[in-house]
């Protein structure tokens, strides 16, 4: 497939998930039909869990899509220098800026993970993307509207500040430890063999590019020497010729 019906499918999925998540907040009826129940006890103990597993997906299945999506965005359209620039493990202001984005691309915090793995596989540092995914359930803007609705004010001030200051210093303390940085230069052998291979192709195509020109300029010349009777004495076919031999 090429690359722009991707680009529409992965653009088109990604409104999709956003549409059935916002939808029902705005509304209060969801898009699409949901599973529900009643008294569980009418139930064989058996279909219990597999009746909460229905339920849940035709309730969560719009934020995974989302999510899916989004990571798959930051994957294929943010470049690898700008995701390190802003959320490489080095700095200490890339902390920052992921838990002050967090909130927005909160979803729930079970897809918060694809999201995750999408920040590491476009060149997030370890460090940030924990940040990310700790401070994006804790600071769901939903949540702290409920918060403020249903305790007070203060409290939802109190759960972001500590919040982000929680997630931040995670970050920062799991960036050190052998195991995080392990998984941080796995990715970044996987990136260095994208771009490998991306450098590779590159260089076939100009390859296969230069000697169709080559092809395409020989086919012209015989044809204007051959067919069309161009290569006589004094015509421009007739002094690339002598100049070649």
């Known amino acids: 497939m090429h690359r722009y019906p991707k680009a529409?499918?992965?653009?088109a999925l990604t409104a999709l998930g956003l549409v059935t998540l916002v939808y029902p907040k705005v509304t209060g009826v969801p898009l699409f039909p949901v599973m529900g129940y009643e008294n569980l006890s009418r139930y064989p103990i058996w279909e219990i869990p597999l009746i909460y597993v229905a339920s849940y997906a035709t309730r969560a299945w719009g934020a995974f899509v989302f999510a899916f999506m989004l990571g798959g965005i930051?994957?294929?359209f943010v470049p690898k220098t700008t995701m390190m620039r802003y959320l490489g493990s080095e700095k200490r202001g890339s902390y920052i800026f992921a838990g002050a984005c967090a909130p927005i691309f909160a979803v729930c915090s079970c897809a918060m993970i694809p999201i995750f793995g999408g920040l590491l596989m476009a060149g997030a540092g370890i460090g940030p993307a924990l940040t990310f995914l700790l401070m994006a359930p804790a600071a769901n803007i939903l949540a702290v509207i409920?918060?403020?609705?249903?305790i007070s004010w203060k409290v939802a001030v109190a759960r972001l500040v500590f919040s982000f200051f929680g997630a931040v210093i995670t970050g920062w303390i799991l960036v050190k430890t052998p195991w995080a940085q392990a998984v941080e230069?796995?990715?970044q052998r996987v990136e260095l063999a994208e771009?490998?291979?991306?450098?590779?192709?590159?260089?076939?195509?100009?390859?296969?590019?230069r000697l169709e020109d080559g092809y395409q300029l020989r086919g012209a010349r015989?044809?204007?020497r051959d067919d069309c009777g161009f290569?006589?004495?004094g015509s421009r076919i007739w002094f690339l010729e002598?100049?070649?031999k």
């Not at 529409?8 to 653009?11: S, V």
């Open 222 to 224: 015989d044809c204007l």
């Open 146 to 150: 409920f918060t403020i609705d249903l």
């Open 74 to 76: 930051f994957t294929a």
């Open 8 to 11: 529409i499918i992965l653009w």
């Open 195 to 209: 771009v490998a291979e991306q450098l590779t192709f590159n260089a076939r195509r100009f390859e296969i590019d």
């Open 242 to 244: 002598r100049g070649e």
């Open 231 to 233: 290569g006589i004495p």
């Open 185 to 187: 230069e796995r990715y």
